[in-house]
């Protein structure tokens, strides 16, 4: 079975500085996704960056981006210039490829991310 | 589009009653999903299912049944609650397209077993 480790339960990062949340995952398959996803207090869960594991190229999207080390099982996120909107739960996410994983989703255990101004 | 919605948002119960949650989606998604999150432990799928009429176990069935009768409405039903069943519960539908499989979430019920 798949498991993503988040292992990192709390993390702060002053305004406009950068900080990395790190995600390392366990699977035995070469075709598969990763996920980022945000929870503000609002619960909402937000889509924030997903990776193809068969792209070499890190995702990137406006202030965030990925460090994927596929032979590491490592998928760390980096916010740059960090908004305080940026504070919220950050959850890793997994999801094996092909048509038979019907989707399904495999969540680390989440990070907390503090912003101070 | 409403996307995914989730109803109630909130509700308490005792021990051994029953309810239903109720997920409905307008973006004509063939899956759907059921989650709960528990601190420290992260989402974990309850139940899934890939079409109308059809149903499928995840990680932490038991305790729960789901129903499809409609391709816009996922069910989640609790028999006999238990307090080891507060949590918050989160419904997600995919299309499934293109290999993508992009989960779209509802907001989310907060459920407590007293």
């Known amino acids: 079975a798949q498991t993503v480790t988040q292992s990192q339960p709390e993390m702060s990062v002053q305004e406009a500085e950068t900080v990395t949340l790190s995600c390392t995952y366990d699977?035995?398959?070469?075709?598969?996704?990763l996920f980022w996803y945000k929870q503000p207090p609002s619960r909402q869960m937000i889509l924030v960056i997903r990776?193809?594991?068969?792209?070499?190229q890190n995702a990137t999207e406006n202030r965030f981006s990925v460090n994927f080390q596929k032979a590491a099982k490592s998928f760390s996120l980096k916010i740059s210039d960090s908004q305080l909107g940026d504070a919220a739960m950050y959850f890793c996410?997994?999801?094996?490829?092909?048509?038979?994983?019907?989707?399904?989703?495999?969540f680390g255990q989440g990070t907390i991310l503090t912003v101070h101004p | 589009n409403a996307g995914v919605t989730q109803t109630p948002k909130f509700r308490v119960l005792k021990t051994g009653q029953s309810m239903t949650l109720l997920c409905a989606q307008d973006?004509?998604?063939?899956?759907m999903y059921w989650y709960r999150q528990d601190p420290g432990m992260g989402l974990r799928l309850i139940h899934y299912s890939v079409g109308e009429g059809t149903t499928a176990k995840g990680e932490v069935p038991d305790g729960y049944n789901v129903s499809r009768l409609k391709k816009q409405n996922f069910l989640l039903g609790l028999e006999s609650a238990a307090p080891s069943q507060t949590s918050v519960y989160f419904c997600?539908?995919?299309?499934?397209?293109?290999?993508?499989?992009?989960?779209?979430f509802g907001p989310g019920t907060r459920l407590t077993v007293t």
């Open positions: 996410a997994y999801r094996r490829g092909g048509g038979t994983s019907y989707g399904k989703l495999t």
């Open positions: 990776q193809e594991a068969y792209k070499q």
């Open positions: 699977t035995s398959e070469s075709d598969y996704y």
């Open positions: 973006m004509n998604h063939e899956y």
């Open positions: 997600a539908s995919s299309s499934g397209a293109s290999g993508r499989y992009e989960q779209y």
